[in-house]
């Protein structure tokens, strides 16, 4: 038995907005005042962690706020907000903004927020991905945070975006890795006019020196050093989304660094907190014709259940959006062509995506969150103060290498034109569906309720790795005992954001209970069986059976 | 018996049919007049130049609207008017002057080919290949080539592959020597697995246009899937950003429809001034292509293609360039300094001489060929060149022409003299990084030293290493730990060193490296501050 396959009957919508009736008011700033300061436009982003463990995620939103030479940066009125989960108290999807009494205080102009448990305490920590200096918030585990920056020595003072955590030396804590852009100032701001205008618009990454990305190795006790320059990350280039995972399935975790316009970077862990970019040769630097790409946002995933990553990476309009295919030894083939993925995304530029189940029929799905970069020229006509307006896209998995443009059949919550930046992906009611949170650049934070295909079954999974979140690897078992799938664990990923760390497996119309298998991130597998469906199950380790070395699917 | 639904089908044909007819024979005035106007162009935000030669185009529209009354002589205006737009990026205005050109004279096969060309730069590309296979069928002689190629690389996108191959293999029937299409067919089999044979025309149109550093990309992964992965490597050496070229008179002509060159060389620079090289060379490509005479155009289209690493590019301009200019130093002088980058010294070195010989004022040949005499070996020639530089040199060439004396000085082994040189730039206080670095070696290996100087240039190498940890930072503390007998710290920043050169794939090229760090190891220290094929006495 492999994964029970839904109908193929499209649903009758996929996601309803239900920000307002979530109680959830927030609107990423971004401070603009006519004079094109470049960060303006390359926020924000959203977390969804479930930072008092009461099982319900919560949401954590990066505020941008006044910016600019004169504006005093800790001053700054507007700043990040926590948002807690109480739909379990209330019986619908329901925020409460707890930002004061968690204790966060970051009013930092935000680009992206990372999550994960750096120090492996079981809660989920947050790093704030800034414009200036990162914070780091640690999780007290009583519902407050306390800034750690300072002692940890992970103020990153570079213009920062996304960020992963994720232990990439194996001993059990969460390293920080700080994605990093270019090198803006308000000094050296340039004026920048789109080719064949005199019309001043953003610039692009090229008008700025790009600067290296930044991995602080976690020493413990909250302490952490910047290894950058003897991991052998010294490589600058303009990074904008990241995924940690072992794609070459060598048992450590390595890094996939999207890049806006120049080659990605494919940092292969050597071990002993060293790595080496072998993205040309693997085949994901650039595309099928050699050309470098505005790399955005990013995700990893085993669509086609060959048991490897699989990644996919968000560009700029006129560019297609990519499908690097992994053959398993971690070299990789652009497959935009055949996948359908590639022309309905050439009008749009693409930031934040994940590869999600939405409609639980066994293959995996994209959403795409869009917004311009460079204004655009109907919008601008109609007098639009920010047009740089895109809706989103929805792609529906059909085999596993193809997909489908499901926008027109997600319902009026995609008819819908904002200046799409970071997405989260988690279930927020815990219904097995797999809901989305966009942030917009100028724009409302929005909330989309999956309401796709309700009868369809699933399977919730959460595994209790701590920091080796990202080195674990789910594979779902076939009834005899061989792996059909595999699933990856990750908070990373998207762009500026980090999403829900559990996994939903759909199951089609499936209703059996079915057996999982979690490869650790020491290697070794453990099998647990008569799962349940339509409910979560918690995977600790030990309470599974040892499990013998399955064939690849 | 024809049931109702059908009759009430036949009914409505025959009503279009009436309304066909009645059409057709409406006068021609009145029919012209129902063809859509062009939306006007927002032309406040264009650039000067282009709002003007467009503010004219919109005022000729309205003209021969109302004066031409052949239908195939308003086809043609609206043809001339979608190139004007199209010349100027205007796609949407020139895409509507074109569907009126059709409306007009219909199943015009260039017309498609030009929209065509707009669906793919809209990024549109299934409405483009639809475009190309109406300009293909009864094509106009000159789109019988360019557009199987751009239909091929539409397909290429669109994954439809073996029609890519189809339309690649007639490409290069029809033109054999064509890179593009010669390219497209090696895309093509390498993404239907025929990984020799896309390997063979790859190379092959390498062979034809060097500068379609692109096409190396392609060939590496058809190298790497055939397990050649060292020839995979070296193939993504070589790759970069140049496409593929093939003669498109459609696109030509409607290029010459644009401004004059000097907008673009004007935008061209512009763009280069905010660092975004990328859109500065379209443009000055664009300039090229109007005045491809212009020796200011290829000057800054030969920069910019050198910053961006299209070394090839940047060479066949400034070939062109000296053509132009075979008296100009500085036409000679550009053409040597990329052939340098691209590793042909001895083209680079004729450059040059030549430049020298024009203009036997200018230091900046005298210069280049010392440096090549240094990079060949012929330290005493360079020191002698050197001197003669530095004893003309203004104040703010001072300091550069005295580094590269002493550095001639210690190429030709003369340790002390070197070290004489270099301590005086140190003294003048213009004690660049370069400088630091290469009296710290001294200091530590074959100079003249005492304890103060020793420690002074432990200070500079250990600011240099953290200031930058690279390969050669780490070298030069190793060094100078080793001098200071701190040799269990010079083997850890040698290894260090050793392994940023493993990581850049350089240690083979390195063997200094690994023969210093068998002396720290013997607790010896260096025996000289640099090996004499050291990468600071090259060019390449």
């Known amino acids: 038995m492999g994964l029970a396959l839904g109908a193929p009957a499209a649903p009758a919508a996929w996601f309803e907005d239900v920000t307002a009736a979530a109680g959830v008011d927030f609107r990423y700033e971004t401070g603009a005042d006519g004079a094109f300061r470049f960060p303006e436009i390359m926020g924000g982003g959203a977390a969804l962690l479930d930072y008092d463990g009461d099982g319900w995620l919560d949401l954590y939103l990066v505020q941008g706020g006044d910016f600019g030479p004169g504006v005093d940066a800790a001053g700054r009125p507007q700043r990040d907000r926590l948002y807690r989960n109480v739909t379990g108290e209330r019986g619908a999807l329901a925020f409460v903004d707890v930002t004061e009494a968690a204790g966060i205080e970051a009013r930092g102009y935000g680009q992206g927020v990372a999550a994960g448990d750096y120090d492996g305490d079981g809660d989920a920590d947050l790093y704030v991905l800034n414009f200036g200096p990162n914070q780091l918030w640690r999780n007290d585990g009583d519902g407050t945070f306390t800034d750690v920056t300072e002692a940890a020595g992970v103020g990153d003072p570079a213009w920062s975006v996304s960020g992963t955590i994720a232990d990439l030396d194996g001993d059990g804590d969460g390293e920080l890795v700080s994605v990093n852009y270019v090198d803006y100032s308000f000094d050296a701001h340039r004026d920048c006019q789109a080719a064949g205008s005199s019309r001043t618009d953003y610039c692009s990454p090229s008008a700025y020196a790009p600067v290296t990305d930044t991995l602080y190795r976690n020493d413990g006790n909250d302490r952490f050093s910047d290894v950058t320059s003897a991991a052998g990350m010294d490589a600058p ?4 989304g990241v995924v940690a995972a072992d794609f070459d399935a060598d048992g450590r975790v390595d890094l996939y660094v999207a890049n806006d316009g120049e080659p990605n970077q494919y940092w292969l862990n050597r071990g002993n907190v060293t790595f080496i970019d072998e993205a040309f040769l693997a085949g994901n630097a650039v595309n099928a014709s050699g050309a470098a790409e505005a790399g955005m946002g990013v995700d990893a995933a085993d669509p086609d259940r060959t048991g490897s990553l699989d ?15 992994n053959d398993g030894k971690g070299w990789f083939t652009d497959a935009t062509g055949r996948s359908g993925l590639g022309p309905p995304s050439l009008p749009k530029t693409g930031f934040g995506t994940a590869f999600v189940d939405f409609d639980r029929d066994g293959w995996l799905d994209l959403y795409v969150a869009n917004g311009a970069v460079v204004a655009e020229s109907d919008q601008l006509a109609a007098g639009d103060p920010w047009p740089y307006r895109q809706p989103d896209q929805l792609f529906a998995g059909v085999d596993g290498r193809t997909w489908r443009d499901a926008t027109a059949e997600a319902g009026p919550a995609l008819d819908v034109s904002l200046s799409g930046r970071g997405a989260a992906f988690g279930d927020l009611d815990n219904d097995g569906a797999v809901d ?20 369809r079954h699933w399977l919730g999974l959460s595994v209790e790795t701590g920091a080796g979140l990202h080195g674990t690897a789910l594979w779902l078992l076939d009834a005899d005992g061989r792996r059909a799938a595999r699933f990856r664990p990750r908070t990373d990923g998207s762009y500026a954001s980090a999403s829900d760390a559990r996994v939903v497996v759909g199951l089609g119309d499936e209703a059996t209970a079915r057996s999982v298998e979690v490869t650790w991130p020491d290697g070794t597998a453990e099998r647990f069986d008569g799962l349940a469906p339509d409910r979560y199950h918690a995977l600790r380790r030990g309470r599974g059976t040892e499990s013998p070395r399955n064939p690849e699917p | 018996m024809i049931d109702r639904p059908l009759r009430r089908r036949a009914a409505r044909a025959l009503f279009l049919l009436f309304c066909f007819i009645a059409a057709s024979s409406l006068p021609a005035q009145q029919r012209w007049s129902e063809l859509p106007a062009i939306p006007v162009p927002e032309l ?11 503010s004219r185009a919109v005022e000729q529209e309205q003209r021969f609207r109302r004066q031409i009354e052949d239908p195939a002589a308003l086809a043609n205006a609206y043809l001339g008017l979608g190139d004007v737009y199209l010349a100027h990026d205007y796609r949407e205005q020139a895409r509507r002057a074109y569907l009126n050109v059709l409306d007009l004279t219909p199943d015009r096969s260039e017309v498609h080919y030009r929209l065509g060309i707009i669906a793919s730069a809209d990024g549109r590309a299934e409405d483009a290949v639809a475009q190309y296979d109406r300009a293909l069928r009864n094509a106009h002689p000159d789109v019988l080539v360019p557009g199987r190629i751009r239909r091929g690389n539409e397909l290429l996108e669109l994954g439809r592959v073996d029609e890519a191959l189809d339309d690649f293999s007639r490409a290069v029937e029809l033109a054999p020597d064509t890179p593009a299409a010669i390219g497209g067919l090696g895309r093509a ?88 090289y990328e859109a500065a060379a379209d443009l000055l490509g664009r300039a090229d292509a109007l005045d491809p005479g212009d020796p200011d155009i290829l000057a800054a289209l030969g920069e910019v293609l050198v910053r961006l690493g299209r070394v090839d590019e940047a060479v066949e301009r400034f070939e062109r360039l000296v053509m132009i200019r075979p008296d100009s130093a500085d036409a000679h002088l550009y053409l040597g300094q990329a052939l340098q ?193 050291h990468p600071v006495f090259r060019v390449d």
């Open chain 1, 311 to 325: 990644l996919f990476v968000t560009h700029l309009v006129r560019e297609t959006n990519t499908l690097y295919l």
């Open chain 1, 237 to 240: 280039q303009p990074g904008l």
């Open chain 2, 189 to 276: 089999q390498l993404r239907s697995g025929r990984l020799e044979e896309a390997a063979r025309n790859l190379r092959r149109a390498l062979e034809i246009q060097p500068a379609a550093t692109s096409l190396h990309h392609s060939l590496a992964m058809a190298l790497r899937e055939l397990g050649r992965v060292d020839a995979a490597r070296a193939a993504l050496q070589q790759a970069g950003d140049g496409e593929a070229g093939f003669a498109d008179p459609v696109l030509a002509s409607i290029q010459m429809q644009s401004r004059s060159p000097q907008y673009y060389l004007e935008a061209g620079l512009a763009q280069a001034g905010q660092g975004n």
């Open chain 2, 44 to 54: 406040e935000s264009a650039a000067p130049p282009v709002r003007e030669v467009l």
């Open chain 1, 436 to 455: 989305v949170v966009v942030a917009h650049s100028g724009g409302p934070i929005r909330i989309l309720r999956n309401v796709a295909a309700p009868g």
């Open chain 2, 341 to 533: 980058r691209r590793g042909d010294l001895s083209g680079a070195e004729s450059a040059y001489r030549e430049a020298a010989r024009l203009a036997p004022g200018d230091d900046r040949p005298t210069a280049a060929l010392a440096r090549l005499d240094l990079h060949a070996g012929r330290a005493a020639g360079a020191a002698e060149a050197f001197a003669a530089l530095l004893a003309a040199a203004e104040d703010d060439d001072r300091e550069f022409y005295r580094y590269w004396f002493g550095m001639s000085r210690l190429a030709a082994g003369d340790c002390a003299a070197a070290q004489r040189t270099l301590e005086q730039g140190a003294e003048s206080g213009a004690l660049n990084p370069a400088l630091a670095q290469a009296l710290a070696r001294i200091r530590a290996t074959c100079g003249e030293a005492g304890e103060q100087d020793l420690a002074e240039a432990l200070a500079w190498a250990e600011e240099l290493y953290y200031a930058e940890p690279t390969l050669e930072s780490a070298a030069t503390l190793a060094m100078v730990y080793a001098a200071r007998g701190r040799f269990t710290d010079a083997v850890d920043l040698q290894a260090q060193a050793i392994f940023e050169a493993l990581k850049q794939g350089r240690l083979d090229a390195r063997p200094d490296l690994q023969a210093d760090m068998a002396r720290y190891r013997e607790e010896r220290p260096a025996e000289r501050p640099f090996a004499t094929d």
